[in-house]
C-alpha cells in the first residue's frame, strides 16, 4: 500500500540534544513538507520541499533543519536551538507543490517531548 | 495574511442528529478548500478538496459546500464513529497551506 511512515511514533528530547524525524513516502509525489501541531493551534509549516536537494523555510523555520537526498524521503532535525520543541510533528507529501491544488497527504505523525 | 477560522472549536451531537461545521476564510487566490478528518494520535486524512464557490462534494453521511466566504461540512445522520476533529485549510497564492485549528465533533450512541 502507498503511504507515508514517520518514525519513531514517540521520541524524547534531552537538553543540548539534536533529534531527527523520519518520513518517506511511496506515492512518487514530488512535493514533501514538515508541520508541527501544538493544542489548540492550526497546523504550522516548519519546511517544505518541491524537488530533490532543494527546500524552503515554512513559518516556523527556526531552530530545525532538513534535507532532502532523495525523493523518497525528508528528515527533519529538531536542533537544540528549538527551544520549545514539544508537540506533534507531521509530515506531508503532494503530487507537485504548493502552488497547486492538490491535496498533501499526512503520515501518522512523531510525538516529541522534552526529558 | 491569509486565515481560516473553523467553528464552532467542538460539537456534541446525538446519534443520528444532522448538524454542520463552519470554515470561514480569508485566502488570496484561493486555488483550493481542503477538509480533513483526524482522530486522536493520528495524521490528518484527506475528505474532499473544493474549488470554486457553488461546488460540493459528498462522501457517506458528509458533504462539503463552498462560497466566496465560507465552507460547510454537513454531518447528516450521524454514527458514534464521525466522532474526530475535522480540520480545513485553503491554499492560494501564499505558496502554502493555511489551516483552521479545528472542529472536535463527538457523537454520543
Known sequence: DGGITQSPKYLFRKEGQNVTLSCEQNLNHDAMYWYRQDPGQGLRLIYYSQIVNDFQKGDIAEGYSVSREKKESFPLTVTSAQKNPTAFYLCASSISGPYSNQPQHFGDGTRLSIL | ?109
Open chain 2, 1 to 109: 495574511e491569509d486565515q481560516v477560522t473553523q467553528s464552532p472549536e467542538a460539537l456534541r451531537l446525538q446519534e443520528g442528529e444532522s448538524s454542520s461545521l463552519n470554515c470561514s476564510y480569508t485566502v488570496s487566490g484561493l486555488r483550493g478548500l481542503f477538509w480533513y478528518r483526524q482522530d486522536p494520535g493520528k495524521g490528518p486524512e484527506f475528505l474532499f478538496t473544493l474549488y470554486s464557490a457553488g461546488e460540493e462534494k459528498e462522501k457517506e453521511r458528509l458533504k462539503a459546500t463552498l462560497t466566496k466566504k465560507e465552507s460547510f461540512l454537513h454531518i447528516t445522520a450521524p454514527k458514534p464513529e464521525d466522532s474526530a476533529t475535522y480540520l480545513c485549510a485553503g491554499s492560494g497564492s501564499a505558496r502554502q497551506l493555511t489551516f483552521g485549528s479545528g472542529t472536535q465533533l463527538t457523537v454520543l450512541p
